[in-house]
């Protein structure tokens, strides 16, 4: 047995017993499929943190955290009698082999973005296979609002609703900022929010065209504005400034200063 099937073994024994009816964790015991997904979702956040913070050992720990809610989530469907963990890897590692005919099978693919889109196009079959004829019914509801956005577009292009090119999706930004702009002050708050709506899923849909992942992108100009904002706070506090007393021009002052601190790092 190798050192990968053995951890793999003792992880699934140790569910085992943390489920077990007598000598088992009483939480555990109590927890469901529903009450568990919070944290798998939560988890797979905590490992998007650790490869942004760079940081192999705290990877390491994420992915097992991880790791240990499929392991959990197996073990419920085991213990319904529907399929078990083996059952999970045995489906992923068929899945991958009639995804990657190019590596498999005698399939040629020369770049990624032909693969993309041969796996749009697998998925496709497999999908109308099952049954399921709708393009967009199975995108899941729990996915963050931008990365959900951006799986739709890409699931409705890929039966063929789209722009030609970036130029369209580009335009239908600007469509969509004059569209809000006529809206705000002339009318209501909920039209205003729909029109915002409508802002946010063209800038996904260009962003796709440019390569871009939306909810990555969001991500890291939050980490940008924290970085700026703390610095402000920072140099607000060396020089004796509460930020409640300051004004706007003071604030422009903080904010250039810390973006110069930037680029003297």
């Known amino acids: 047995m190798s050192g990968a099937e053995a951890a793999m073994t003792r992880l699934l024994a140790i569910m085992a017993q943390l489920r077990a009816p007598e000598g088992g964790c009483p939480w555990d015991r109590e927890q469901s499929f529903e009450t568990i997904a919070p944290y798998t979702i939560e988890e797979a956040y905590e490992v998007a943190d650790a490869i942004a913070s760079g940081n192999p050992a ?3 720990s994420e992915l097992g955290d991880l790791l240990f ?21 045995a489906a992923i590692a068929d899945k991958l082999t009639s995804r990657h005919p190019h590596v498999f099978a005698d399939a040629r693919i020369s770049h990624a973005t032909e693969q993309s889109a041969a796996w749009e196009a697998m998925k496709v079959q497999e999908r109308r296979a099952a049954g399921e004829r709708a393009t967009l019914a199975d995108v899941p509801l729990a996915l963050p609002a931008l990365s959900r956005a951006a799986k739709l577009g890409r699931r409705a292009a890929s039966v063929g609703f789209d722009w030609p090119d ?3 999706a580009r335009a239908k930004v600007s469509e969509e900022l004059g ?9 209501t708050t909920a039209r205003q929010a729909e029109e915002l709506g409508d802002l946010l899923f063209a800038i996904v849909n260009w962003a796709r065209y440019l390569q871009i992942d939306p909810e990555t992108a969001l991500r890291s100009a939050n980490a940008k ?3 700026r904002f703390a610095r402000m706070e920072a140099l607000a506090e060396a020089a ?24 003297g790092q």
Do not use: N, S
């Not at 004796?240 to 680029?263: F, I, M, N, S, Y």
């Open 166 to 168: 970036a130029t369209g």
């Open 69 to 89: 809610q499929v392991v959990f989530h197996a073990r419920l469907a085991q213990e319904e009698g529907w399929f078990a963990f083996a059952d999970v890897a």
């Open 240 to 263: 004796g400034q509460p930020l409640t007393g300051l004004d706007a021009p003071a604030w422009d002052r903080l904010w250039v200063a810390a973006k110069q601190g930037e680029k």
């Open 58 to 60: 705290r990877l390491r």
């Open 225 to 227: 504005f924290e970085v």
């Open 179 to 187: 569209e809000l702009d006529a809206a705000v002050g002339a009318e």
